[in-house]
C-alpha cells in the first residue's frame, strides 16, 4: 500500500505503464491503482470514474479493457435518441455516467440501494460535472418499505457488484455485510411522465427484477427499451408476462460476438459465461438493423 502521495503516485504510474503494454484478464494484485482514471471504451464522449483500488468497474476497464461491450454499443446508441433514460440498479454508474456524457439534455435517474455503490457514484457524478444525472438511494420495488439489503464481503473488500432485499445467512454471519435501504415503487411518483414518449432502461438488480418490474407499471406503458439483466426462471415469466401482451420482442445480447440473438421470450442468464443482459423491445428487427445493433 502507498505511505505518501508520492508513492501513490508512482504506485499508479508503474500500473498505467505495464497496463499500457497488455491488458490483464483479471485483477493483478501486484498493480494497484489508486485515484481518478479516464473511461474512453465506449460510444461517448469520455469520461472520469474513480477507484481505491476497490471497484470491479475499475477492473474490467483498466485491467481487462472490456466492459460489457456489446449492452454498451446497445445503450450509447439508443440513449441518443431516447426521450428519457433509467439506470436502475446503477452501481458506480457506468451506464449512467455513459448517458450523461452523450445528454445533457435530459435527466439520467440512477437508483442503487447499496451506499458504498451510491456513494462512488456520487463522486463519478461529480468530478464529470454531470449534474444531470438524479442520483437515488433507493431500491426500486413493487412496495414502499423499508429492508434489509445484505451482500457476501470479497476478498480485498472491493464495492460488491452484488447485493440482495432481505436477509441473507445467519445475522451474525462476518461473511456478509447488511444495511438498511429504503424501497419505492415508481408507479404513483410522477417520474413516467417526465420520460416522454420512447424512453431507455437498464435494470441491473441481482434477484429483484419480478418486484421492480412489479412496481414501475407506468414507465412499461410507454413500452421503453429494456435492458435487464437476470439468472431467475421465476423472474423471467413474470416479466415475460408483462412485456408479451405490449409487443416486445426479446434478445439475448452476445457481448463477445457483437451481436443480438433474438428469443421467443426471455430467459435465464447463466452466470457460466459472459452473455449477462437480453434486450427487450417494441422496435421491428429492420430498426434494429438500421441503427446496426442485430450485428
Known amino acids: 500500500m502507498p505511505k505518501n502521495l508520492q508513492s501513490l503516485n508512482t504506485t499508479n504510474a508503474e500500473t498505467l505503464q505495464l497496463l499500457s503494454e497488455t491488458k490483464r484478464s483479471a485483477p493483478d494484485l501486484s498493480l494497484p491503482f489508486f485515484g481518478y482514471y479516464e473511461v474512453s471504451l465506449f460510444d461517448c464522449p469520455t ?53 450523461a456524457a452523450l445528454r445533457s439534455d435530459i435527466t439520467i435517474h440512477a437508483f442503487e440501494p447499496n451506499p458504498y455503490a451510491y456513494s462512488r457514484l456520487r463522486i463519478n457524478k461529480a468530478v464529470n460535472g454531470f449534474d444531470n444525472i438524479s442520483e437515488n438511494t433507493f431500491g426500486v420495488s413493487d412496495t414502499d418499505q423499508i429492508s434489509d439489503f445484505s451482500w457476501v464481503k470479497k476478498s480485498g473488500q472491493p464495492i460488491s457488484s452484488g447485493g440482495q ?98 428469443r421467443d421470450r426471455l430467459m435465464p442468464c447463466s452466470t457460466n459465461d459472459d452473455d449477462f443482459n437480453q434486450f427487450a423491445t417494441t422496435r421491428s428487427s429492420d430498426e434494429l438493423a438500421a441503427l446496426e445493433l442485430l450485428g
Request: glycine share 8%.
Open 47 to 99: 469520461f472520469l470514474m474513480f477507484t481505491n483500488n476497490d471497484c470491479p468497474r475499475a477492473w474490467d476497464i483498466l485491467y481487462h479493457r472490456s466492459f460489457e461491450p456489446h449492452s454498451m454499443k446497445l445503450w450509447c446508441q439508443l440513449a441518443q435518441s431516447a426521450t428519457g433514460i433509467m439506470d436502475i440498479g446503477a452501481h458506480v454508474g457506468v451506464y449512467s455516467l455513459s448517458a
Open 165 to 262: 432485499v432481505g436477509m441473507v445467512g445467519q445475522a451474525d454471519d462476518q461473511r456478509i455485510e447488511r444495511a438498511i435501504v429504503p424501497l419505492h415503487r415508481l408507479d404513483g411518483t410522477g417520474l413516467a411522465a417526465a420520460l416522454g414518449i420512447k424512453p431507455l432502461v437498464k435494470i441491473d438488480v441481482e434477484g429483484s427484477e419480478a418486484r421492480t418490474f412489479q412496481g414501475m407499471h407506468e414507465v412499461i406503458a410507454l413500452k421503453p427499451d429494456i435492458i435487464l439483466e437476470t439468472f431467475s426462471q421465476e423472474a423471467c415469466d413474470t416479466i415475460n408476462n408483462i412485456l408479451s401482451p405490449l409487443g416486445y420482442s426479446f434478445y439475448l445480447v452476445r457481448e463477445s460476438q457483437g451481436r443480438l440473438e433474438q
